[in-house]
């Protein structure tokens, strides 16, 4: 499987403030870079998804930014809140649901009340 | 997206016997599913994609014949591990790509503890 590469590995946030996590990628047939939160004994579930066609997308408190020449996309929470605290992965595919996700290696955040 | 049933969520066995995990796609067929590992504080590491009606294909180091994968129907894929040690303590969690190709949805894990 072909790298993708997250930062930080933890986060500390205080409520009310901004949380981004950065990853970066080396293939560029990947076609498919989600972002995934998953809480402690729980699978993880979708944020937010984007597609390189499109440099940034926004849903509620979360947004990505996409960059294709540099080969990075960051994870940004808005108005981070206590129930934010969980561990985020980037992913990122090769056409998308017929080839399987390569994980980041995480991002513990924690928001701070 | 899809709806995923994992089951069990948890399963504690003693070491050398096999255990049997199950990943149901309940609102499509899916003719492959993943299967992934996720041992403490790290991420997940993909074991295996599944073909229904066909061989697993398996990552590069995972024992094919101790995680014994079928996937017999388009609805059902099961992680088998056999000869469980301890070493194979871990969380494993099946994903199905959603309907149209766009995205995937993750089991709700199991956690397996051989003691």
């Known amino acids: 499987q072909q790298q993708v590469k997250q930062s930080p590995q933890s986060l500390i946030v205080q409520k009310g403030g901004i949380s981004i996590i950065n990853c970066a990628y080396e293939?560029?047939?990947?076609?498919?870079f989600p972002w995934y939160q998953q809480f402690p004994g729980k699978g993880p579930a979708l944020l937010i998804a984007i597609r390189p066609d499109v440099s940034e997308k926004k849903e509620g408190r979360f947004t990505i930014s996409f960059n294709k020449s540099a080969k990075q996309f960051s994870l940004h929470i808005m108005d981070s809140q206590p129930g934010d605290s969980a561990t985020y992965f980037c992913?990122?595919?090769?056409?998308?649901?017929?080839?399987?996700?390569?994980f980041g290696s995480g991002t513990r955040l924690q928001v701070q009340p | 997206g899809a709806v995923v049933s994992q089951h069990p969520s948890w399963v504690i066995c003693k070491s050398g016997t096999s255990v049997k995990i199950e990943c149901r796609s309940l609102?499509?067929?899916?003719?492959?599913m993943f299967w992934y590992r996720q041992f403490p504080k790290q991420s997940l590491m993909l074991m295996a994609t599944s073909n229904e009606g066909s061989k697993a294909t398996y990552e590069q180091g995972v024992e094919k014949d101790k995680f014994l994968i079928n996937h017999a129907s388009l609805t059902l894929s099961t992680l088998t591990v056999t000869s469980a040690h301890p070493e194979d303590s871990s969380f494993y969690i099946c994903?199905?790509?959603?309907?149209?190709?766009?995205?995937?949805?993750f089991g709700s894990g199991t956690r397996l503890t051989v003691v």
């Open positions: 293939n560029t047939a990947f076609d498919y």
């Open positions: 609102d499509f067929q899916a003719t492959t």
């Open positions: 992913a990122a595919s090769i056409n998308a649901g017929r080839r399987a996700l390569t």
């Open positions: 994903s199905v790509p959603d309907r149209g190709n766009y995205g995937y949805t």
